[in-house]
């Protein structure tokens, strides 16, 4: 039985990873290598290194026609993949989902989990479908989550399940095949998270301090990060901490309050923030905090 792998980011790399180790060689594994800009590290890199090392068979594409590939699968499976894939039948394609599904249907799941500080984060395995992860659910696996934490922390969790996941629902093929046919989601369970964009990653500063913390914790590294603009530049927050709140007779969110060993303090709706660690966003290089007559939007 062959297996073609559509592979994106760490969640990809551990699902190539994962298969390979399971004994899937050249003749029965061929990976499609997705890019994607809007991380700081997509581990297209690593895909390609860890096939070369084993002679896996793969192309480095975003978009790529499955009919013109040099390779015979019996199943696909699409691991943190981000573009619609049209060219395969439902009934073939396995989609891997950053939830506990049939809650978090759509886009940037674990970012949603976390921002609402959900107990539990899964990963599901289910069949490919015309509707958003509408799919029968193959596997899935729930993990518990403790606050505070990073999304870099819970993406390594995740990343771990999704190739133990990928090598049981690979053998389950191989013991059931064409009669796997999965479990229907429940329809009174469902809900959907929506996709991001730059403006989703903007710091409002009229929330209280625990709140924006916990904020830039979820949308930290490996993405871009929270940002905030100061005066014409766009900053981003990688880094910061709750500090103690003061009685400010004329509060304004965003104004620095204070710069103490390279660290700003800045004026929230509620309570004050500490940021320790910031960047330009257009040359990357660190904010070095000088003027406290500074306001950030």
Request: charged fraction near 25%.
């Amino acid at each position: 039985m062959n297996f073609l792998v559509f592979s994106l980011g760490q969640k990809g790399y551990s699902v190539v990873k994962g298969l390979i180790g399971k004994g899937l060689n050249q003749s029965r594994l061929f990976v499609i290598v997705g890019t994607d800009k809007n991380v700081k590290t997509d581990y297209s890199d690593e895909v390609i290194e860890l096939c070369q090392a084993h002679q896996i068979p793969f192309l480095k594409s975003n978009n790529c026609s499955v009919k013109d590939l040099p390779f015979h699968y019996s199943y696909a499976i699409a691991a943190g993949w981000r573009w619609m894939i049209r060219d395969i039948p439902e009934n073939q394609l396995v989609v891997f989902h950053d939830s506990i599904l049939p809650r978090y249907r759509g886009f940037a799941p674990l970012v949603s989990c976390l921002k609402n500080k959900d107990q539990e984060i899964g990963v599901t395995a289910l069949w490919g479908n015309k509707d958003y992860d509408a799919g029968n659910i193959l596997g899935q696996v729930v993990l518990k989550v403790d606050y505070p934490t990073t999304i870099a922390e819970q993406i390594n969790r995740i990343s771990n399940e999704y190739a133990n996941l990928a090598v049981k629902v690979s053998e389950m093929f191989e013991t059931q095949g064409v009669d796997l046919s999965g479990r229907v989601q429940n329809i009174d369970e469902i809900s959907y998270s929506m996709w991001l964009d730059d403006e989703d990653y903007r710091i409002q500063w009229c929330d209280k301090s625990e709140e924006i913390c916990h904020f830039i914790s979820c949308v930290g590294s490996p993405f871009m990060g929270a940002s905030t603009m100061m005066g014409s530049r766009l900053v981003r927050i990688m880094e910061a901490e709750v500090a103690p709140d003061l009685r400010i007779e004329n509060r304004t969110p965003g104004k620095v309050f204070s710069i103490s060993h390279h660290e700003a303090t800045v004026v929230c709706g509620q309570g004050m923030l500490k940021v320790i660690s910031a960047k330009y966003d257009d040359d990357q290089t660190d904010v070095v905090w000088t003027k406290i007559r500074t306001r950030l939007k």
